[in-house]
């Protein structure tokens, strides 16, 4: 099946900091979308990007969608202590109609 | 906001028993889907139903899984004779077909198998 590499597996950032993290692949992909988890929870929909080299913003949350089509990063800038969570990518493969890829995640903790 | 509503939050059963997992997707959304997430591990795709058929299936879901939608709002996914590694989380998910491919989660049931 289709493989996600998300980096990093975790981070460990002060208040206030910005935070980068990608997910890439060897196969292009036709939708990417960010979720954000909290333990116990469902994934809860951040950015949805369809086109390539496609920017889209959602508050201090930023997502690009890969002019290759086989990566995507997101942003959050000024990180906030209810930023912590596990974040993963998810992407929606050429040849399938709308099954879900989605990366390892990347564990975001936020220090006061 | 409308959300995806999923019943039982948590149940715990016992090897060899059959489960039945449903799910209220947003009412006009088209597709629907199950995922599940074993603890510590990345959400999976199992299957995905659309037109009363399914249009997708992993290799996860084999024989003992199986998915209907008897009414028109409940969709539900049945583990006919439940193993131990059966033991994860389970989302539902659906998505409205003129919106494109965004997909929304439902909060998630949450299974163990002992």
């Known amino acids: 099946g289709q493989q996600l590499n998300q980096s990093p597996q975790s981070m460990f950032i002060q208040e206030g900091e910005d935070v980068s993290m990608n997910c890439t692949s060897s196969?292009?992909?036709?939708?990417w979308l960010w979720y954000k988890q909290d333990p116990g929870e469902g994934p809860v929909l951040l950015i949805a990007?369809?086109?390539?080299?496609e920017l889209t913003s959602n508050g201090r949350l930023t997502a690009q969608f890969g002019i290759t089509r086989k990566d995507s990063f997101l942003n959050i800038s000024a990180s906030i202590p209810s930023d912590v969570g596990i974040y993963f990518c998810?992407?929606?493969?050429?040849?399938?109609?709308?099954?879900?890829?989605f990366g390892s995640g990347t564990q975001l903790t936020v220090l006061p | 906001e409308p959300e995806v509503t999923q019943t039982p939050s948590h149940q715990v059963t016992q090897m060899g028993q059959e489960v039945i997992l449903r799910c209220v997707p947003i009412s006009n959304h088209l597709y629907f889907y199950w995922y599940r997430q074993i603890l510590g591990q990345k959400v999976e795709f199992l299957v995905s139903f659309y037109n009363n058929e399914i249009s997708e299936k992993s290799e996860i879901f084999d024989d003992q899984f199986s998915v209907e939608r008897p009414d028109g709002s409940n969709f539900t996914l049945k583990i006919r004779s439940t193993k131990l590694e059966d033991s994860a989380m389970y989302f539902c998910?659906?998505?409205?077909?003129?919106?494109?491919?965004?997909?929304?989660f439902g909060e998630g049931s949450w299974l163990t198998v002992v």
């Open positions: 196969s292009i992909f036709n939708t």
């Open positions: 990007l369809y086109k390539a080299g």
């Open positions: 998810a992407g929606i493969s050429q040849g399938s109609a709308r099954q879900l890829t």
């Open positions: 998910a659906s998505s409205q077909e003129s919106s494109g491919n965004t997909i929304y």
